[in-house]
């Protein structure tokens, strides 16, 4: 079974930090490059960043430029999402995909729709109190 599953998630105060992993089962995610959404209450789901495949390739929307950064370690079969100096309109729920047909980040990730990504996690909670 091909899964992605998402951890790292919590409860975090203004400009405090958190590191989420996506680990994948079942496949390889070192093939294809992986992306990472987030959906607050209410709102749509929205692109968040993407790194390649070979992770030497990586775009942020601007809402988190500067503050996320993302990577893999291959080996591991794991991504991660490194946030720092949170706000509390980043709280939502935090998703990672792969992109398998192309496996290609979008251009940018304010522009990426869920159908872009064929395999999906079933997401980690951030909060972020003011």
């Known amino acids: 079974q091909l899964q992605l599953v998402e951890s790292g998630g919590g409860l975090v105060q203004y400009g405090g930090s958190l590191r989420l992993s996506c680990a994948a089962s079942g496949f390889t995610s070192a093939y294809y490059a992986i992306g990472w959404f987030r959906q607050a209450p209410g709102k749509e789901r929205e692109g968040v960043s993407c790194i390649s495949s070979s992770g030497g390739s990586t775009n942020y929307a601007d809402s988190v ?10 080996a591991k079969n794991t991504v991660y999402l490194q946030m720092n100096s949170l706000k509390p309109e980043d709280t939502a729920v935090y998703y990672c995909a792969a992109r398998v047909r192309p496996s290609l980040c979008p251009p940018r990730p304010e522009g990426a ?14 909060t972020v109190s003011s």
Do not use: A, E, L, P
């Open 65 to 74: 430029k500067g503050r996320f950064t993302i990577s893999r370690d291959n």
């Open 113 to 126: 729709t869920s159908q872009m990504y064929n395999i999906w996690g079933q997401g980690t909670q951030v």
